[in-house]
C-alpha cells in the first residue's frame, strides 16, 4: 500500500527554526510537494523537490532524499503566522498526489 | 493567470438533503480537475478527478457523484446526505508540467444535521 507518516502535532518558539520530517512510501515517485493550511482555509503551494538535496525558498527549504523515502520541511526565523497545518505529498507514479494527514505545527511567544 | 472558483463557502444542510457544490477554473484550458474531502484533524481524501468533459473517475464508494458538464466546470453532488458526509470540501485543479502541485479553491464547509 502507500504510505505517508509525519508528525501530528509539533510546538516551537517565534524566532527559532523547527524540521517538519515526512517519510514515505508509494507505488512509483514523481516528486514530493509540501504545502501549508491555515485552520479553516486551502492548502497553498510551498515547494517541489524531485532530486536529491535541498531547495531553498526564503526562510522555508525542503530536502529530499529518495533512496531513503524521506523529505523534510524546514522553517527558519519562525512567526506566529507560521501556525499552521504542513502537508507532505508524493506523486506516484500514475502522477497522482498522495497526502499525508498533516503536521499541526504550533507557535509559542 | 489561472483562477478557481468554489461556492458556497458554508452549507449547513439536513440529513437525506440533495447537495450541489460547483467549481469553475479560469484561465486555463482542458484543466484535471479533482474534488478533495477533508475530515477534521484529518489529511485529504481524494473523491473525484476529471481529465476532460464527461470523463470522471471515482476513488472512493460512497453516495456522492460529480459531473463535468462544461470544460472547467466541476460539479459534486448528492441525492440524500448522510451524517458522514460532513467536511471541508476542497476543489483543485493540476497544471500539466511536472513540477505543478494542485491549486485549490477556496473550500466548502458541509455541515450535516
Known amino acids: 500500500g502507500q504510505n505517508i507518516d509525519q508528525p501530528t502535532e509539533m510546538t516551537a518558539t517565534e524566532g527559532a527554526i523547527v524540521q517538519i520530517n515526512c517519510t514515505y512510501q508509494t507505488s512509483g515517485f514523481n516528486g514530493l510537494f509540501w504545502y501549508q493550511q491555515h485552520a479553516g482555509e486551502a492548502p497553498t503551494f510551498l515547494s517541489y523537490n524531485v532530486l536529491d538535496g535541498l531547495e531553498e525558498k526564503g526562510r522555508f527549504s525542503s530536502f529530499l532524499s529518495r533512496s531513503k523515502g524521506y523529505s523534510y520541511l524546514l522553517l527558519k526565523e519562525l512567526q506566529m503566522k507560521d501556525s499552521a497545518s504542513y502537508l507532505c505529498?508524493?506523486?506516484?507514479?500514475?502522477?497522482?498526489?498522495?497526502w499525508g494527514a498533516g503536521t499541526k505545527l504550533i507557535i509559542k511567544p | 493567470s489561472q483562477t478557481i472558483h468554489q461556492w458556497p463557502a458554508t452549507l449547513v444542510q439536513p440529513v437525506g438533503s440533495p447537495l450541489s457544490l460547483e467549481c469553475t477554473v479560469e484561465g486555463t484550458s482542458n484543466p484535471n480537475l479533482y474534488w478533495y474531502r477533508q475530515a477534521a484533524g484529518r489529511g485529504l481524501q481524494l473523491l473525484f478527478y476529471?481529465?476532460?468533459?464527461?470523463?470522471i473517475s471515482s476513488e472512493v464508494p460512497q453516495n456522492l457523484s460529480a459531473s463535468r458538464p462544461q470544460d472547467r466546470q466541476f460539479i459534486l453532488s448528492s441525492k440524500k446526505l448522510l451524517l458522514s458526509d460532513s467536511g471541508f470540501y476542497l476543489c483543485?485543479?493540476?497544471?500539466?508540467?511536472?513540477?505543478?502541485?494542485?491549486?485549490f479553491g477556496s473550500g466548502t464547509r458541509l455541515t450535516v444535521v
Open positions: 476529471s481529465v476532460g468533459i464527461g470523463q
Open positions: 505529498a508524493v506523486k506516484d507514479s500514475n502522477y497522482q498526489l498522495i
Open positions: 483543485a485543479w493540476r497544471g500539466t508540467g511536472d513540477s505543478d502541485g494542485y491549486t
